[in-house]
């Protein structure tokens, strides 16, 4: 392997040398090379050790589509190194081999062969013993894989860009095909976008004497108006939706036609040892030659079924490569022209030849060809070696349909054309060149610029619609070039030698027979045996392959064997590039610098950044019961409800009455669902008459949100609701204190007998508008004080400072915990779970039956009354623990002292103004009596605790109402 | 999934712009008589392959819940309004 003089076309830059390193040793390269290409050209034949047995593998495509060149490029594993340019200075290295890719100790299991490592041996060989399994796997996984991923999170960032782009026509290939549709949509005025995955557009074409034609088309769709999204690409169809990954942006393109020109993929053939390096596809081959100027080898035999062969081999020939023999599978082969211009060069072409054996160690040093018969065998006598070390592979095309496929189109086999073909396209999908079978560059140049046009006039475009009609008659007239179909595998008379049907994986030929002989005998199942066509190329060189040994194994057609289902991505992505950015959005309530300044604990609540404790939870709770403190509820959900009809709204959404509520005074509401268990709770305030104010939970708030709009909406009530929760801060003064701290700063009487408990009321507080509302969810006098969100930290620096020489302290969200848990105030979601109703909850007073309105959940609430009575069995109950321990939250509750799981533990603290652990706790009905007691188990330990249904803290609410 | 859906206030946007709510069902005006039949309300869908009416609410936008029909099977939208305008429904065949 050298480099070759310099070609016509190149797309190296011989003035702009550079250097890389791969597995630290330095290459040189030239601008444009990619790094495939700059290895062969300084000798380097070995890119990778192969997955399964670790065979060396060398370069196969030559266009970034095959997983024999997959490296690591610093912490970025299995890059395609014949699709990814060199850039100066970059470090790159081998993968799956140890130490070295050149003796990689994984390969001897490989060598010794036997029933080692055949399909399903790790099925088979290690399912037992199960315990074993974690064993085996840490060795397997060292033993098969692709390349090493950053192992510290922050390293696997991906910074990927979305982008969303709207359009008539999306053309997905940039072949001559592509170029062509694009063109033809874009001058009848339709908005193209092109895809194209190499870094130019032009596709094989480029490697072609038409390299100045796809070069101009291409100029000519940009002036037109396309946009060409180079290195871009297409990864699948989802409901007409293509993402496009190119580089660091994820284009989402919707278009509303497209035209797949994806071109077709040259297949290998299958014969012993065809894996060796050197064994090359011939349009591979031949695209290192013309594109990087590298010769892939000093002697070549090329093996073809069709014409694509012949002209790769001519090709290499005018390149500067020696062809030492062309094996042509078809009978009439030194009929075809190029087979006559071959000649004219001293090229022998050997017509019903192919390769039936690739001979060499490490690389190929020759190859076997011989006349074979149906079933691959090598007729006797007839077989030659040549000696070559690039053995150029023309197995036949397969259409690149996959995108075609999931779009909706079944592939047909044609059996004139020797291939699957897309049959008909679905609604809005158009299909130009090779992958609708055109593979001929004028044929294809032709199908494009039919397909282009048709896009357009169905969208409205008429600009080029005259002589469609004649056109299409044209493409369709094309005379087809003939193709001899290969055997499932070509064989000499010989034993030994791995035949290969799908590189990637390591399946041979022998691994799908043996599949098919075990009963895997459809494609899809010996697919999921064997993994032929699960690799990184996605069965782009092994489906043909498996599903014509499947079909010679069972007797079937190639047609009734059929193809495995496509699915996405095509071309590989990296999970990063899907997954985003890994960020979370955080929402901060108005007043979260005061918390984070005073030295707040923030943690995570649901979306929200809050102030879990400000350093002493125990001494807030405290502060809260002796002086004050003070709470920022910002994050409570708050709705306006406002219309005629509002409180008819509410009245069917809560079990409770909320229109009978008088304007200034507020009712606690649960929520529940159609089933009766509830979803949310909070507070409903009446304004005035047509306008409530209701309050959520902090977590709740978007789906009670979107709960009151869709009942509103089915209902069509005179209503309207209204989201106030980003716009209101809040915050809960409470305490002894809190009274006269209020007193010192609102514009209003705060005496107990004009401000009484639920009620609320409008007061100006430092020059803010302010609503409060008078409640006790910790249990002591406390004023809910709602504001617009940009006067947040206004409200709470006035309520500091009057406050402060009072013993005002700001508590948290933990030390509101043990104060709610006082008094018996449950959390929806830790108190009740989606079982929970309002009677088994403690709320048994909030059900109103005997209201007309068929409340959201009433009537699953009467039928459980009927069948199993109110409570169901069981009841939600505080506790006290006499020995002081606190159980964790989610302990087992036992039905008695050693007996069996009955309930759990809800909620548990210290309570540090009561001196004691208390809880609350889901119990059978039995245990659910005042000083009945229960048993707890808890990591192992069992503890007795005192039911208490009533609360621990103020029992009958006279502090509350003080 | 992917597709397009229009909003009746906003316009089209994309689907990932929306929140489903279901399948349309009729909430019954009496109390159902039977458990069974409070259960097919509260819990069994329909779950077609092919048109059906659902909600749809504009999550990312207006917030505005609509109704819209659509092929389960090929994510191709019928037509989406609000449920003033919504054409009559035709009464669930009962599978």
């Known amino acids: 392997m050298r480099r070759l003089p310099p070609q016509p076309g190149e797309r190296i830059d011989r003035s702009a040398p550079l250097t890389f390193t791969f597995d630290g040793a330095p290459v040189p390269a030239f601008a444009g090379d990619t790094i495939a290409s700059a290895l062969l050209a300084s000798g380097r034949s070995v890119l990778s050790r192969s997955f399964k047995y670790h065979r060396p593998r060398g370069e196969l495509c030559g ?23 060199v850039q100066d200075g970059m470090a790159v290295e081998h993968q799956n081999a140890w130490p070295s890719l050149e003796r ?50 922050d390293e696997r960032e991906w910074r990927t860009e979305y982008r969303r782009r709207h359009c008539d026509v999306l053309v997905i290939g940039g072949g001559i095909a592509g170029l062509s549709a694009a063109l033809a949509a874009a001058r009848a005025g339709a908005d193209v976008v092109l895809a194209d995955d190499d870094v130019e557009p032009g596709g094989f074409e480029l490697a072609t004497a038409n390299r100045e034609r796809v070069r101009e088309l291409a100029a000519q769709c940009r002036d037109a108006g396309v946009e060409i999204l180079a290195g871009g690409s297409a990864l699948g169809y989802f409901d007409g939706l293509v993402p496009v990954w190119q580089g660091d942006t994820l284009h989402q393109v919707r278009a509303r036609r497209h035209v797949a020109a994806t071109g077709s993929i040259e297949q290998p053939l299958v014969f012993p040892d ?30 073809t079924v069709g014409d694509a062969g012949l002209e790769s081999a001519l090709a290499l020939h005018e390149a500067g490569v020696r062809v030492a023999a062309v094996a042509d599978l078809r009978a009439d082969a030194a009929q075809r022209p190029v087979a006559a211009r071959l000649a004219e060069h001293g090229v022998r072409v050997l017509a019903e030849t192919t390769v039936v054996r690739a001979l060499g160690r490490r690389g190929v040093e020759g190859a076997v060809l011989a006349r074979v018969g149906a079933d691959g065998v090598a007729r006797a006598g007839s077989a030659e070696e040549i000696a070559c070390d690039l053995l150029a592979l023309s197995g036949g095309a397969v259409p690149a349909s996959s995108l075609l496929l999931q779009a909706g189109a079944r592939a047909r086999y044609d059996a004139v054309s020797g291939r699957f073909l897309p049959g008909e396209l679905p609604e809005g999908v158009h299909a130009a060149g090779a992958v609708a079978g055109c593979d001929d560059a004028e044929q294809a140049a032709l199908s494009g610029a039919v397909a282009g046009a048709e896009a357009a006039l169905a969208l409205g475009f008429d600009g080029q619609a005259r002589d469609l009609a004649e056109q299409r008659a044209r493409l369709e007239a094309w005379p087809l070039a003939p193709v001899a179909e290969p055997p499932a595998c070509a064989r000499d008379e010989r034993s030994g ?10 399946v041979t ?41 499947v079909a010679a194994k069972t007797g079937l057609s190639l047609d009734a064997v059929g193809l495995t289902t496509a699915r996405p991505p095509w071309s590989t992505v990296p999970m990063g590039a899907l997954a985003g950015r890994p960020f979370e959005a955080a929402k901060r309530s108005a007043i979260h610098a005061r918390h984070r300044a005073a030295g707040a604990t923030i943690r995570w609540a649901g979306d929200w950044r809050r102030a879990y404790d400000y350093g002493q939870p125990e001494r807030e709770a405290l502060a809260v019961q002796e002086t004050a403190g003070l709470i920022d509820v910002s994050t409570l959900g708050k709705l306006l409800v406002r219309g005629p009809q509002a409180g008819e709204l509410l009245d069917r959404l809560y079990p409770n009455v909320m229109s009978s509520i008088a304007p200034g005074r507020i009712r606690y509401g649960v929520l529940l669902s159609d089933a009766g268990r509830i979803t949310d709770d909070g507070t409903v305030c009446r304004l005035d008459d047509e306008s409530f104010y209701v309050t959520t939970t902090s977590s709740g708030a978007a789906a009670v949100e979107q709960w009151f709009t869709w009942w509103l909406a089915d209902w069509a009530l005179d209503a309207h609701v209204t989201d106030l929760t980003q716009g209101v801060a809040a915050v809960n003064l409470a305490g002894p ?57 206004a409200l709470w620096d006035a309520l500091m400072d009057a406050g402060a020489p009072l013993g005002l302290t700001p508590f948290g969200l933990e030390p509101q915990r043990v104060l709610r848990l006082q008094k018996q105030h449950i959390l929806v979601g830790q108190d009740t779970d989606s079982e929970s109703t309002p009677w088994n909850a403690a709320l048994p007073w909030i059900v109103k039956l005997d209201k007309p309105q068929q409340f959201i959940g009433r009537w699953a609430l009467e039928h459980l009354r009927e069948r199993t009575g109110e409570e169901g069995g069981v009841a939600l109950v505080g506790f006290r623990v006499p020995s002081g321990q606190v159980p964790t939250e989610g302990a087992v509750v036992l039905d008695g002292p050693g007996g069996r799981p009955a309930g759990q533990v809800t909620s548990a603290r210290r309570s540090p103004k009561l001196g004691e652990s208390i809880g609350m706790a889901t119990v ?39 | 999934m992917s597709f397009l859906l229009t909003c009746p206030n906003c316009g089209t946007r994309e689907v990932t712009d929306f929140g489903f709510g279901g399948e349309a069902s009729r909430r019954p005006s009496e109390r159902p008589a039977s458990l069974r039949e409070l259960g097919d309300y509260t819990y069994f869908r329909r779950n077609v392959a092919g048109v059906q009416r659902e909600w749809w609410v504009h999550r990312s936008g207006c917030r505005a819940w609509f109704l819209a029909e659509r092929d389960t099977t090929t994510n191709a939208v019928l037509w989406t309004a609000l449920p003033a305008d919504a054409p009559a429904a035709r009464e669930a065949v009962s599978a």
């Open chain 1, 63 to 85: 266009c970034g589509q095959c997983a024999n060149s997959l490296v690591q490029i610093g912490d970025r594993p299995s890059v395609r190194a014949c699709g990814t340019p």
């Open chain 1, 104 to 153: 990689d100790v994984l390969a001897l299991p490989g060598r010794v062969g036997g029933p080692f490592m055949q399909v399903g041996f790790y099925y088979k060989t290690f399912i037992k013993p199960r315990r074993m399994w974690p064993v085996y796997e840490r060795v397997l996984r060292r033993a098969a894989g692709l390349g090493k991923l950053p192992r510290r999170q």
């Open chain 1, 274 to 303: 065809n894996d060796l390096p050197g064994v090359m596809l011939a349009a591979g081959a031949r695209r290192l030659a013309a594109l990087y100027a590298v010769a892939p080898g000093e002697s070549a035999v090329v093996a």
């Open chain 1, 497 to 506: 030698g791995k035949a290969f049907v799908d590189l990637d994986e390591d």
């Open chain 1, 509 to 549: 030929v022998k691994d799908v027979e043996q599949a098919v002989a075990e009963g895997y005998d459809s494609i899809e199942l010996s697919k999921r045996y064997t993994t032929v066509t699960m690799g990184p190329s996605q069965g782009r060189f092994s489906q043909l392959p498996a599903v014509r040994v």
């Open chain 1, 737 to 793: 204190q809190a009274r006269e701290i209020l007193a010192r700063v609102a514009d209003l009487d705060v005496s107990n007998e004009a401000f009484r408990y639920l009620d609320a009321k409008h007061a100006r507080i430092a020059g803010i508008d302010c609503l409060l509302l008078r409640i006790g969810f910790v249990g002591e006098v406390g004023y809910e004080i709602h504001c617009a969100s940009a006067h947040g930290q």
């Open chain 1, 924 to 962: 059978p009905s039995a245990l659910a009596g005042e000083d009945a007691r229960i048993h707890i188990s808890d990591a192992g330990a069992t503890f007795e605790a005192v039911v208490t249904t009533k609360p621990f803290y103020d029992p009958e609410g006279l502090v509350l109402r003080s």
